[in-house]
């Protein structure tokens, strides 16, 4: 089986958008996808670029997809944040996502970044233990924190 990595065109962006709602299918947050194709197809191609993104093809079908972008590290500089790895369900184990991953990490370098950072759930072992094995720590003293948009209305809402 031939696996081919490419840079993903604007055309991809609706495989690209299914490919984020299996994912949050398999991460129990059905609902939780708000992104359409045009948002990623203006983010991902538009004036103001914010990501690159790569696919995973297997006979002429995306089955795969890693998107990440640039962040800077007050300690570090310029990283990569890998926002999302994802290998459609039939398609795992078959090396689909290591060959996705391999190459974010040579995007990484070939960057010159000095680190790259993603989460994981603490309860995808195999994802966890792929990635330890692979020489990423995962930091299990620091914690995620988000604000979502209602939140973040309301406690710019609020008088101070």
């Known amino acids: 089986m031939e696996i081919i990595i490419r840079n993903a065109v604007r055309e991809d962006m609706s495989s690209v958008l299914q490919l984020i709602k299996e994912l949050a299918e398999f991460e129990k947050e059905p609902d939780a996808v708000e992104v ?20 995973a093809e297997v006979g002429q079908k995306i089955v795969g997809m890693a998107l990440v972008y640039f962040r800077f590290s007050t300690w570090k500089g ?67 924190v988000e604000m979502e948009e209602p939140a973040l209305k309301a406690y710019i809402g609020k008088k101070q």
């Not at 359409?36 to 696919?55: P, S």
């Not at 391999?102 to 995808?124: C, F, S, T």
Request: net charge negative; hydrophobic share 40%.
């Open 36 to 55: 359409t194709v045009e948002e990623l197809v203006d983010a991902g191609f538009g004036k103001q670029k914010q990501f690159d993104c790569f696919v």
């Open 78 to 144: 310029k990283t990569v944040h890998l926002e999302d790895l994802i290998v459609t369900e039939n398609m795992r184990g078959k090396g689909v996502g290591q060959t996705l991953y391999r190459r974010v990490l040579e995007y990484a370098m070939d960057q010159g970044v000095k680190r790259v950072n993603w989460v994981v759930l603490d309860w995808n072992k195999p994802a966890i233990e792929f990635y330890e094995r692979s020489g990423a720590t995962i930091l299990s003293n620091w914690w995620q």
